[in-house]
């Protein structure tokens, strides 16, 4: 009997639609905060007006963007690839509060009383408005992640099987997620909720450590679904399977492990903390990074083992003969490369003599565009060129547009994100209204910052691109008949130790409980010191 995914479609539909809407929104405001950024640049923002964006650029891309794309995609893989469907009342539940949950926050954002960046650190204090908006929407993600979970359960209880890749992948995103997301539950239910509506005084250091609990395990929310991206459609674009089906288990079931004990890395200047705390998470930072080599050990061997099948021969010719005229694999070839810098940047982040060099720099502002910019958004991107026409029965309106956009992408992203890079190891500092620091800025920073603008506006160029093209595109692109289903293999393999999930979560929260539960007895034996709240 043929199942119809009528319900999971017209979710994912709504929740891509959203999600682009957001990418705009951000987009926009990301471009007016680099230009104010920018010496002697035609449009320079207030100060309030330069923070606004700098919190709606971060909210709406880091969270909001990914979330809802994520979703989108969780709900397409988990009913095609396991053939079965999720139950409507939640799934509409979820989709409800969490949109209700970001018209709520972006309604306090843009009434210009809730400028706390995408840290939203105390003592700085938002609007309760803005608090009320993310506790609803991390509830909504919670529904939503309960919903794919009773829809695995479902199919496991019928099925004795391996669990497919991209299943894994998608499962492994959400674990994530609610192994993090309770750290800023209870920051923003203990403390910040409180702080805002009756003044209540909060303890920096315990409100940033609940904090970075959340925020650094949140880029494996982010990037996870991307590699699943890029296990599940790097084959299918050059007709071949994946060099290994267990490595990238394994490298799930390592990002399970080691994602979310690792936010204290954040924090190795921040007094309070002891030493031995950071250096173990500083540890845990490094081993995550053996999941990341993996996954691109995999599929750099992926392409160059389809090269050789087709009789290809020569050291490195495979890398000339890969399809980069194909927008999706160029997107995603692009987004590997990046995330391989970005990786090593993130590496030397973790280090303690060299945090304390490029910290609060431009530096971090180049390494986190490159992660969740171009690895993520990029790949997401590129991804809805297949995604469109199976979700929405529409082409692609203009395929040149999506062949240039992904190049486009690259190189703004390589000038923009290099020459922060550089900028910070000058010491030009991030989250600067005025960047001239009333004329007493270095010339180079002034340098830096012109040429980094030029790949900034290349980038926002690239992106109007995209938003144009998908949009248009789910609006009047062609009308064509795809099955979606068909881009699924269903196996019918045996199950291995990899595949016994459960285990990995059970030692993932005994490794986060290690991690965490030593410095928080520090941070509480001490005594809290809290700080009344100021308006940011």
Excluded: C
Excluded at 51 to 58: E, I, K, P
Excluded at 176 to 189: K, S, Y
Excluded at 225 to 245: D, R
Excluded at 513 to 520: E, G, K
């Amino acid at each position: 009997m043929e199942i119809s995914f009528k319900q999971e479609d017209r979710f994912s539909k709504v929740s891509i639609i959203f999600g682009f809407f957001m990418l705009a929104i951000g987009g926009l405001f990301g471009l007016l905060q680099l230009l104010t950024r920018t010496p002697y640049s035609p449009i320079q923002l207030s100060p309030s007006l330069y923070y606004l964006s700098l919190t709606a650029h971060g909210v709406s891309l880091a969270i909001v963007w990914t979330a809802f794309f994520i979703m989108a995609i969780a709900t397409f893989v988990i009913s095609r690839e396991l053939n079965v469907n999720l139950n409507k009342i939640l799934l509409n539940l979820a989709l409800g509060l969490s949109i209700i949950g970001v018209l709520m926050t972006t309604l306090a954002i843009l009434s210009g009383t809730s400028s706390v960046l995408y840290t939203f650190y105390p003592p700085m204090r938002a609007d309760p408005l803005f608090y009320l908006g993310a506790t609803i929407l991390i509830l909504g993600t919670w529904i939503f992640a309960a919903t794919i979970f009773l829809a695995f359960i479902k199919w496991r209880m019928k099925n004795k099987l391996s669990i497919p890749i991209a299943t894994f992948g998608i499962l492994t995103t959400l674990i994530i997620w609610l192994e993090a997301t309770p750290g800023l539950a209870i920051e923003v239910i203990k403390d910040l909720l409180p702080m805002s509506l009756s003044n209540k005084p909060v303890d920096v250091l315990e409100a940033r450590t609940y904090f970075w609990y959340f925020g650094h395990p949140l880029v494996y929310f982010w990037l996870v679904p991307a590699i699943t991206l890029w296990y599940f459609l790097i084959p299918k674009l050059l007709n071949t399977k994946l060099y290994s089906e267990r490595l990238p288990k394994v490298s799930f079931i390592l990002f399970i492990l080691l994602s979310t004990p690792v936010g204290i890395h954040h924090q190795l200047v921040d007094p309070g903390i002891a030493n031995q705390y950071k250096f173990m998470q500083s540890v845990l930072t490094y081993l995550v990074t053996i999941p990341s080599f993996l996954t691109a050990f995999t599929l750099l061997a992926t392409m160059e083992k389809s090269y050789r099948e087709k009789g290809g021969k020569g050291l490195f010719s495979w890398i000339k003969h890969l399809p980069w005229k194909d927008s999706v694999f160029a997107g995603i070839a692009f987004s590997l490369i990046l995330f391989g810098f970005g990786g090593i940047g993130g590496i030397i982040n973790t280090s303690y003599t060299l945090n304390a060099v490029v910290h609060n720099t431009t530096w971090i502002v180049g390494h986190f565009h490159l992660m969740v910019a171009t690895a993520v958004t990029l790949t997401f991107m590129v991804s809805s060129y297949v995604i469109i026409p199976m979700l929405f029965n529409k082409a692609v309106m203009f395929r040149k547009l999506a062949i240039i956009q992904p190049y486009l992408w690259f190189i703004g992203m390589t000038v923009f994100s290099l020459t922060f890079h550089i900028a910070g190891l000058y010491g030009m500092p991030r989250r600067t209204a005025d960047v001239l620091y009333g004329g007493y800025a270095p010339q180079i920073w002034i340098i830096l910052a012109i040429i980094a603008a030029i790949g900034g506006v290349i980038l926002w160029l690239s992106g109007a691109i995209f938003i144009f093209n998908a949009g248009i595109s789910t609006i009047k692109g062609p009308r064509i008949a795809m099955d979606a289903g068909s881009l699924f293999e269903h196996n019918s393999n045996d199950p291995t130790i990899l595949d016994r999930i459960s285990i990995w979560v059970i030692l993932a929260f005994v490794i986060i409980i290690i991690a965490y539960v030593l410095p928080f007895m520090q941070i509480y034996s001490r005594g809290l010191s809290p700080a009344p709240p100021v308006p940011p």
